[in-house]
């Protein structure tokens, strides 16, 4: 069974750093291309970033420049270091493992974690 535990949420007033992590159990981590969502209520999950087994990045616009994701295949973790923080930038962020295989396709998320950034 693959878990994905995320945590380094929590409050910081806008212009603050954070940095998430999300450590994987249960699966060979570094198959995975690792992805980092956000939600705020009543709208979709967003994709924030994603790195590839092979180190690869990408971010979503809204972040570039701020975020930087980055792994361990050897801890099993993936990071979001978040800096100049807004208050748009509040929501739950979840951390994702994907893999495709032909004919098949393996998805895990996290619980989520937490991000308030007041004004």
């Known amino acids: 069974q693959v878990q994905l535990v995320e945590s380094g949420g929590g409050l910081v007033q806008a212009g603050g750093s954070l940095r998430l992590s999300c450590a994987a159990s249960?699966?060979?981590?570094?198959?995975?291309?690792m992805d980092w969502y956000r939600q705020v209520p009543g709208k979709q999950r967003e994709l924030v970033a994603t790195?590839?087994?092979?180190?690869?990045?990408n971010y979503a616009d809204s972040v570039k420049g701020r975020f930087t994701i980055s792994r361990d295949n050897a801890k099993n973790t993936v990071w979001l270091q978040m800096n100049n923080l807004a208050p748009e930038d509040t929501a739950v962020f979840y951390c994702?493992?994907?893999?495709?295989?032909?004919?098949?396709?393996?998805?895990?998320w996290g619980q989520g974690t937490q991000v308030t950034v007041s004004s």
């Open positions: 994702k493992a994907g893999r495709s295989l032909p004919g098949r396709k393996y998805e895990y």
């Open positions: 790195i590839t087994s092979g180190g690869a990045t």
């Open positions: 249960g699966t060979i981590f570094s198959f995975y291309t």
